[in-house]
């Protein structure tokens, strides 16, 4: 039933190639400019709200989508300027998705805040800048309408009447009456605060009825209920059914999961849909002409939703359902200024997408940064399935052992009508002394009074320069032959050979740590100052002090930024992610040490 409701290393050859990729390397420092992989895709940004009209009691959800950049150059965006509306949570909630459209990887980014009204009356989400690997991105501003919630809910129970009625039918009508009906089919009406509900709309038909295409005259509306779409068949096998005693045939319409944001009683609107009829009964057919369309009704529901009792635990943030917790560290042993992330990942039957993240305490000794949030819907036939992710990442600044205490989660279970706390506790981490990379410092220029010579100097230095590379170059390749021939003696592979080594295998970890000790290193040799513990502000303070260009800069951080985003990323899609970045990764310290 056709219903639409429902990387540069070198590899063995002549010195005059070797002196050819040397060459390239100091001409692409000379420029500034890092060799970056293309990105053939369209990228989108755009801003969306869940209403533009909303309660005093409601909540607006607002969403920036970015499609068609890779995550790991989509910065996280800073919360849009409002007027008339208070902000939940400076840090938004990330959902990632990956799919191949024409055997192209498209990957999306949604950021989303929650907002309450202050008052009714206008409010307004203003402009927002997205950086996505450097190039700026503005959203449109958003105006909102807030309505005092007692209006809105008058104006949900008053029944409407029909829009777009067709011409009056005559008496031949009456043979189509009781032929078909929508029924609307709620799993439970009496419910907790925030408890998921699920509705159902089906049409049912008599055996000597065919139903043609159908089209939505009313949708149904629901106050104060958070409601998500569920998945239904476009082309449904009709089931047959009992209602009210008599036989019918039955195809869902339209299914959807609520949950009640507020106590007290809510209204669920009635639903109109208008639908092509065919008789396939002989007698059927002389009394009503073929494809007579019937205009069907629902009739509204209330829903009550009850307060959740008193002795709710601190942990407790208004997540109401069945839920499981599981809890991460990796790595368990680094040095002082590494970072070190803990993935925290909530799953259940309840809505998380209005909870905070998770209360994570630490020593003293550790220092933490804010987390982020990704949030994820799986809708099922039983309703929605909620998993929300909490990364947070934390430096530990003093050598020695950090045990950190359990992550805790505490929900309301409806069924037992009880509060439930659920731990977990992260593996302890062996935090050692640093090992700094070893800096040379460059020797001070000698003064000269006469340029010329003091040019012709340069230029010889330039050469010698080239020459002590080129010999060094054929002393290290001979070196890696003889290594080759004798594994016993092969040094560490370098942090980029690592990295590189790493994505071919597919190890998504290995090789983000990997570039992210060789983007440190060529910065501390670069700056002359250690790097370790810096955030990405501050060694970009350091590059630019250093005369680094801007652009370099820029694609250093976008670096940085994927190696901590790399655990969001689906498997499916990170080697090719994984190989981009070592290329980019080799170019900007290539110019970095040129």
């Not at 209006?151 to 409407?160: C, E, G, I, V």
């Not at 009635?270 to 396939?280: C, G, H, Q, V, Y």
């Not at 071919?504 to 290193?521: F, N, S, T």
């Not at 250690?530 to 694609?555: C, E, F, H, M, Y």
């Amino acid at each position: 039933m056709p219903l639409r409701l429902p990387a540069l290393l070198f590899p063995a050859c002549s010195l005059h190639r070797l002196a050819g990729a040397l060459c390239m390397m100091l001409v692409c420092g000379a420029l500034g400019g890092p060799v970056q992989q293309g990105n053939a895709q369209e990228v989108s940004v755009r801003a969306w709200t869940n209403a533009r009209t909303v309660g005093d009691d409601d909540v607006v959800t607002y969403s920036i989508e970015v499609r068609g950049a890779p995550f790991g150059q989509v910065a996280t965006p800073q919360p849009p300027p409002t007027t008339g509306l208070a902000l939940g949570r400076s840090a938004p909630s990330a959902g990632r998705d990956a799919t191949y459209e024409d055997g192209t990887l498209l990957q999306t980014i949604t950021f989303r805040w929650l907002y309450r009204p202050l008052q009714p009356g206008q409010a307004r989400i203003g402009s927002t800048t997205v950086m996505i690997d450097g190039r700026a991105y503005e959203t449109d501003p958003i105006a909102i309408e807030v309505e005092p919630q007692v209006t809105r809910t008058r104006r949900a129970q008053q029944p409407r009447p029909l829009r777009d009625t067709p011409r009056q039918r005559g008496p031949t009508d009456a043979g189509a009456e009781g032929v078909a009906l929508v029924r609307t089919v709620l799993d439970k009406q009496d419910v907790f605060t925030n408890e998921q509900l699920t509705i159902e709309y089906q049409l049912l038909f008599r055996d000597f009825v065919r139903p043609g295409s159908s089209r939505l005259v009313e949708n149904w509306e629901a106050e104060g209920l958070w409601r998500e779409e569920l998945a239904v068949e476009m082309r449904p096998t009709p089931e047959t059914v009992l209602h009210e005693g008599e036989r019918f045939n039955m195809i869902t319409l339209m299914r959807a999961a609520l949950f009640p944001m507020r106590p007290g009683t809510h209204t669920i609107t009635p639903l109109a849909i208008r639908t092509d009829i065919d008789f396939t009964h002989a007698m059927r057919r002389e009394q009503q002409a073929p494809s007579d369309p019937l205009e069907l009704q629902t009739d509204p529901l209330e829903i009550t939703a009850r307060p959740l009792p008193p002795g709710a635990p601190d942990t407790f943030d208004g997540a109401v359902g069945q839920f499981a917790l599981t809890a991460s560290v990796a790595p368990t042993s680094v040095e002082v200024g590494d970072a070190v992330e803990l993935v925290a990942e909530v799953r259940g039957s309840g809505n998380l997408i209005l909870l905070d993240p998770l209360q994570l305490e630490v020593p003293a000794q550790v220092t933490l940064y804010e987390p982020e949030t990704a949030t994820q819907l799986e809708r099922t036939d039983a309703g929605v399935e909620s998993t929300a992710t909490y990364t947070y990442t934390f430096v530990a600044r003093q050598p020695g052992t950090v045990t950190l205490p359990p992550v805790t989660f505490s929900f309301f279970d409806p069924a037992a009508e009880a509060y439930r706390t659920i731990q977990q506790t992260p593996a302890p981490i062996t935090v050692q002394e640093p090992t700094q990379p070893t800096i040379t410092q460059a020797p001070p220029p000698v003064p000269t009074t006469d340029e010329a010579p003091r040019r012709r100097y340069l230029a010889w230095g330039a050469l010698a320069g080239l020459l002590a590379a080129l010999a060094g170059l054929w002393a290290w390749r001979r070196g890696q032959d003889e290594a080759t021939e004798d594994p016993a003696t092969a040094p560490e592979p370098a942090p980029l050979a690592q990295a590189e080594a790493a994505a071919a295998a597919g190890e998504v970890g290995a090789c983000y740590r990997a570039l992210d000790r060789a983007l440190r290193e060529a910065i501390a040799v670069r700056s002359q100052q250690p790097t370790l513990g810096q955030s990405q502000q501050d060694l970009a303070v350091l590059l630019r002090d250093a005369g680094v260009a801007d652009n370099t800069i820029r694609t250093i951080r976008s670096l940085l930024q994927e190696v901590e985003e790399a655990q969001y990323a689906p498997p499916a899609q990170r080697p090719q992610q994984m190989e981009q970045a070592v290329a980019r990764a080799q170019a900007v310290v290539a110019s970095l040490r040129a």
